[in-house]
Nanobody
Framework: QVQLVESGGGLVQPGGSLRLSCTASGFTSDYYAIGWFRQVPGKEREGVSCISSPNTGGSTYYEDSVKGRFTISRGSAKNMVILQMNSLNPEDTAVYYC???????????????????WGQGIQVTVSS
């Protein structure tokens, strides 16, 4: 059974940084893509960043508003994906979710549709 668990959220002041982690379990191989999404009440879930399987190239993609501020990477353990968030502003406040789908090519997606597995979400609040 695939499970995704997010950690690292919390409250941070504008201009600060947070590091989110997504730990995956239950996959029988490393052929899966990971995406980070966020959602605020009343709005659709938004893709923030994604990374393809390390076996297919590990390509990364970012939503325009986070380019240059957020970095997605694989952790020291292949089943962990890190989202380093710098220069945070109040508009980044949301519940952040990690998600995964099996992928045997170098691809991931900032759209929610391909993702089969989702974490429970973790709150990130940027406020003074």
């Amino acid at each position: 059974q695939v499970q995704l668990v997010e950690s690292g959220g919390g409250l941070v002041q504008p201009g600060g940084s947070l590091r989110l982690s997504c730990t995956a379990s239950g996959f029988t191989s490393d052929y899966y893509a990971i995406g980070w999404f966020r959602q605020v009440p009343g709005k659709e879930r938004e893709g923030v960043s994604c990374i393809s399987s390390p076996n297919t190239g590990g390509s990364t993609y970012y939503e325009d508003s986070v380019k240059g501020r957020f970095t997605i990477s694989r952790g020291s353990a292949k089943n962990m994906v890190i989202l380093q968030m710098n220069s945070l502003n109040p508009e980044d406040t949301a519940v952040y979710y990690c998600a995964a789908f099996r992928a045997f090519r170098d691809l991931c997606s900032l759209a929610a549709r391909p993702y089969d597995y989702w974490g429970q979400g973790i709150q990130v609040t940027v406020s003074s």
